[in-house]
């Protein structure tokens, strides 16, 4: 079985940063060829994928973050980051990281980000 385990949340002011990492364990065989992507949920919504990067290192951003948040992995490490600044008010949620597409067996506990103003 295969485990992701979000961390690096945390409280900010408005336009600052946080960096997020998310460790995958257990099974998995070869960690690059998979497709992997940040998720996120804020109170009263559904999840949306914010971010995702393919095993070439090609990414992808929702227009909400796109210019602010930057994706990326290290296969040694087994790790996917999500580099965030100019944080917002409303990037405030619970972030998650999953496969893309997801594997609904495969969500963690996510990590709290939480930006006032």
């Known amino acids: 079985q295969v485990q992701l385990v979000e961390s690096g949340g945390g409280s900010v002011q408005a336009g600052g940063s946080l960096r997020l990492s998310c460790a995958a364990s257990?099974?998995?065989?070869?960690?690059?060829?998979?497709?992997m992507g940040w998720y996120r949920q804020a109170p009263g919504e559904q999840r949306e994928l914010v971010a995702h990067?393919?095993?070439?290192?090609?990414?992808n951003y929702s227009d909400s973050v796109k210019g602010r948040f930057t994706i990326s992995r290290d296969n040694a490490k087994k790790t996917v980051y999500l580099q965030m600044n100019s944080l917002k008010p409303e990037d405030t949620a619970v972030y998650y990281c999953?496969?893309?597409?997801?594997?609904?067996?495969?969500w963690g506990q996510g990590t709290q980000v939480t930006v006032s103003s």
């Open positions: 999953n496969f893309v597409p997801i594997r609904s067996d495969y």
């Open positions: 990067i393919t095993s070439g290192g090609r990414t």
């Open positions: 257990g099974s998995i065989f070869i960690f690059s060829i998979f497709v």
